[in-house]
């Protein structure tokens, strides 16, 4: 029999789904998004379906190319090519957003290549979080909002975001219990299904989302997939959205338990307050949240998340990842490599391609940096006197 | 290479500009030793060529007219007086604010205080003949910044790091025009450990993002006088945009006369123009030389003279000039009397600034900021790209385009296709040049001449 988690990893493993399908028949319109710093709540508000946009079931990147370089990222070709090939042709609209150059570029793409799309917006997003920034971003909120409400003749009352608002802090509410169990010496989850999860509870209304999130818990509850000798381990990066990719980090004997990315925390970090203005509130949260690199002068506070999770969920070493061409990632590793250096925390930097293969190297990678992780440990507890040519004493 | 020692580059760059200051104080003998060295540092691959062509060359290699090198000796100037402040700074304690490329530095002056552009060794560092920059780049590399950065921060990383520049006591970035200022600025900061100002440049260019960048500025005079321990000079800062009104003045005509047939300036008198203004807008050395060559300019627009003999082609130059290469234009002039007629920086756009009030200045700075070379392109939608592009085409009569396609610039990049199908549809021939400008290791010199050459041949236009 299929449990919960099958049926996530099913789901995240499609570009629509039946639940999609279900809700257009019922005369919903679904609008894709590409970043955490989009406010799902105006969608939902507006009586739309929010659907974060994916690079699953994508077969390459040909069509894309005629539009982006050799230098531009994979997730952003893979999505757009689909997008030209018809993929995403159950959307009413997409809204884009500045999230790094190459997704900002999408925009101009799309609109230019007639894909057809009835509705596309621009969202901009201050790099920076401060009152100047959220008074800007605030307004960027309302303009999305009018936006919407002209092109969709709807109304987006300030009881409607309340009750999206609501909806949207259960569903981060739930996620944020499923992650906390990871706090436990016993892991009943993986990374890799929580990351199908994140996936099947993005493409999906917020009610079925919090449907199968309950569900997810209920499952979980009790269930053990770790084992004593594990390493635990944070993951850090950009785009990540292979299971398989994942599963392989786990499978080299370490447990993923926690994680500072677009498809993990970075979703669910923080409520959005129910009192006062309901669009400021949305506005102070999205800006507020826990930040990716493309937000200017807040490593600090991305540095005390793994600083805090640390100790919190006793990491023992620490992962971080970038796509290729990522200037914003490329420039955080830097940070990470400077700053695990000064304060021992084992890191392993991993630079890949989305879909793009090299599992063996990736696999090498990982086993020799779980084994310099035990090695260390091993030889710092005193037990095994002979680790690594670098073994230094304490 | 060898570990230079402290401030090496530096030192030797602003000795060269002196130098280069003194000499071109004699513009006629400059012009007639540059003239008749020529065939020693052009013609042939040798050593003393390999040592002295870069610097030779960015005196005008004997074809710049003497007149046009009487005014880069007040350029000169502008750039000596910084890098010698630059270099006497710790000694005289006085604070060096790091204002990074894009941003301009108009507010720093109006303080006790040097502005000084961390990326300087990306241009000037190559007159030592050393590839200074390669070097550079290799030592942030080699500590673990990106590659795929942009090579002009992995300048400032690596000079930081083999301390040829000096220590900031603050730091003013900005998001824009790319990835890289928005995430190797962090990575700056944590290095150098200064504080640091993040400028936060709009998407949108309407009166709600002039708004928010009035702000931003605003806000950057609160943390200026918060880690000077000063108070802004209003005065100083009315001189200055006084200053600067007048550089954007000239440089402006000067850019609106090279539509004429045949142009009668080269485009690397603008991008010059655009260095000085980067190390050192408002200085009244800088808006001198843009006034000599405006009066230069204008002459040979009103007697209908070009600026080479027999104008073959006119170029469209897309993408910031080859630091590396900087006289890749005199070399196109030269060998091809192809001139580049507009580019991407050295095209000056930016309104006047209104300096009746300290309102009014900051306002309407922070429009001509989003109107600077590079911000005005990159920030916002591919319309900012492809309107400059059609005004370009209807206005400066073009034969073709040049892009030079920096790697760092992975926006521009990212809507590669939708440039490539509009210049196709105005059927002007383009060349797509794959390549870094800083950073050798991508394209060489030799390489951009093969392409240009052979792009020139292709199309019949020698």
């Not at chain 1, 508000?45 to 990147?61: D, N, W």
């Amino acid at each position: 029999m299929k449990t919960i988690l099958d049926k996530t990893r099913a789901l995240a493993a499609m570009t629509d789904n039946p639940h999609l399908e279900a809700a257009r028949k019922q005369g919903k319109k679904i609008i894709g998004y590409f970043c955490s710093y989009l406010p799902e709540e105006i969608l939902h508000a507006a009586g739309l379906i929010p659907y974060r946009m994916r690079a699953v079931e994508s077969k390459g990147t040909m069509r894309a190319d005629a539009y982006y370089s050799s230098i531009n990222c994979t997730f952003v070709k893979l999505c757009f090519n689909k997008a030209l090939k018809g993929d995403f042709a159950f959307l009413d609209g997409v809204v884009f957003a500045n999230g790094c150059d190459h997704t900002r570029r999408m925009y101009d793409n799309w609109r230019y290549s007639k894909i057809g799309t009835p509705f596309l917006h621009m969202f901009f997003v201050p790099h920076m979080i401060n009152e100047t920034a959220l008074e800007y971003f605030s307004l960027e909120c309302g303009k999305l909002k009018s936006s919407l409400e002209s092109h969709f003749q709807v109304s987006i009352t300030d009881e409607a975001l309340e009750k999206s608002i609501s909806l949207y802090n259960r569903k981060r509410r739930l996620l944020a219990e499923i992650y906390a169990l990871r706090k436990n010496r016993d892991v009943p989850i993986k990374a890799s299904e929580l990351l199908g999860l994140m996936l099947a509870v993005t493409a999906v209304p917020v009610e079925t989302a919090i449907e199968i999130l309950t569900e997810v818990k209920q499952f979980i509850e009790g269930r053990v997939i770790s084992r004593p000798e594990d390493l635990r381990l944070f993951i850090s990066g950009g785009c990540i959205e292979e299971l398989e990719h994942l599963e392989l980090i786990e499978n080299c004997g370490c447990v993923i338990v926690a994680d500072n990315l677009c498809l993990g925390t970075r979703h669910f970090h923080d409520e959005v307050e129910t009192q006062g203005d309901p669009l400021r509130a949305i506005a102070k949260r999205y800006l507020g949240h826990l930040s990716c690199p493309r937000m200017m002068g807040d490593f600090q506070r991305r540095l005390d998340c793994l600083l805090g999770v640390r100790k919190e969920y006793r990491i023992d070493g620490a992962i971080i990842e970038k796509l290729k061409f990522c200037d914003l990632w490329g420039a955080e590793m830097y940070l990470y490599r400077a700053e695990s250096k000064n304060r021992g925390i084992p890191l392993l930097a991993l630079e890949r391609e989305l879909y793009g293969g090299g599992a063996g190297q990736i696999k090498t990678r990982v086993q020799a940096f779980l084994e310099k992780i035990r090695n260390q440990q091993a030889t710092d507890e005193g037990v095994v006197r002979a680790a690594g040519t670098d073994y230094k004493p304490k | 290479m060898k570990q230079p020692r402290p401030f090496q580059y530096l030192k030797w760059s602003a000795d060269f500009l002196n130098f280069g200051y003194y000499l071109t104080a004699f513009p006629n003998l400059s012009y007639w030793a540059l003239r008749l060295a020529r065939p020693l540092y052009v013609r042939r691959e040798t050593f003393f060529n390999r040592k002295f062509r870069y610097a030779a060359l960015i005196l005008g290699g004997g074809i710049l007219p003497p007149e046009e090198i009487a005014a880069y000796h007040y350029g000169a100037k502008a750039f000596v007086d910084n890098m010698k402040g630059a270099l006497k700074a710790n000694e005289l304690g006085r604070p060096v604010v790091w204002v990074e490329w894009i941003i301009s530095s108009e507010i720093v002056n109006a303080f006790d205080a040097l502005p000084f552009n961390p990326e300087t060794l990306s241009v000037f560092g190559n007159m030592s003949g050393e590839d200074v920059p390669s070097q550079l780049m290799e030592e942030a590399e080699s500590r673990g910044f990106a590659a795929e950065n942009c090579s002009a921060i992995k300048v400032t990383a690596g000079s930081y790091m083999l301390k040829q520049i000096p220590r900031p006591t603050a730091i003013i970035a900005g998001s824009h025009p790319c990835d890289t200022n928005v995430s190797a600025y962090q990575s700056i900061t944590h290095l150098t450990g200064a504080p640091a100002f993040y400028f936060d440049a709009p998407y949108w260019r309407d009166e709600d993002a002039f708004d928010y960048y009035e702000k931003n500025m605003w806000c950057l005079i609160d943390f200026l006088e918060k880690n000077l321990h000063q108070k802004l000079d209003w005065d100083r800062l009315k001189e200055v945009v006084e200053n600067e009104n007048r550089f954007n003045f000239y440089l402006q005509e000067i850019c609106e006369m090279m539509r004429a047939i045949p142009s009668p300036s080269t485009m690397i008198t603008p991008v010059f123009a655009w260095v000085v203004r980067e190390i050192a807008i408002g200085d009244p050395n800088a808006t001198e030389m843009a006034r000599r060559i405006y009066e230069i300019v204008k002459a040979r627009y009103e007697k209908g003279v070009g600026v080479v003999k027999k104008e073959n082609i006119r170029v469209l130059w897309w993408n910031p000039p080859i630091a590396f290469f900087a006289y890749v234009f005199k070399w196109m002039e030269d060998e091809f009397g192809a001139v580049v007629v507009k580019d991407f920086i050295g095209d000056v756009r930016m309104p006047q600034i209104d300096t009746s009030s300290e309102r009014a200045m900051i306002r309407d700075m922070a429009k001509n900021h989003l109107y600077l070379a590079m911000a005005r392109q990159c920030h916002g939608p591919v319309e900012f790209i492809l309107s400059e592009l059609e005004q370009a085409i209807e206005e400066y009569s073009p034969d073709c385009l040049i892009f030079a396609g920096h790697a760092g610039c992975k926006h521009g990049w990212a809507v590669i296709g939708l440039i490539k199908d509009f210049l196709k549809k105005r059927g002007l021939p383009s060349l797509f040049m794959n390549m870094d400008i800083m950073d050798q290791r991508h394209a060489t010199e030799d390489d951009i001449k093969r392409w240009i050459t052979e792009f020139f041949r292709s199309n019949g236009f020698v």
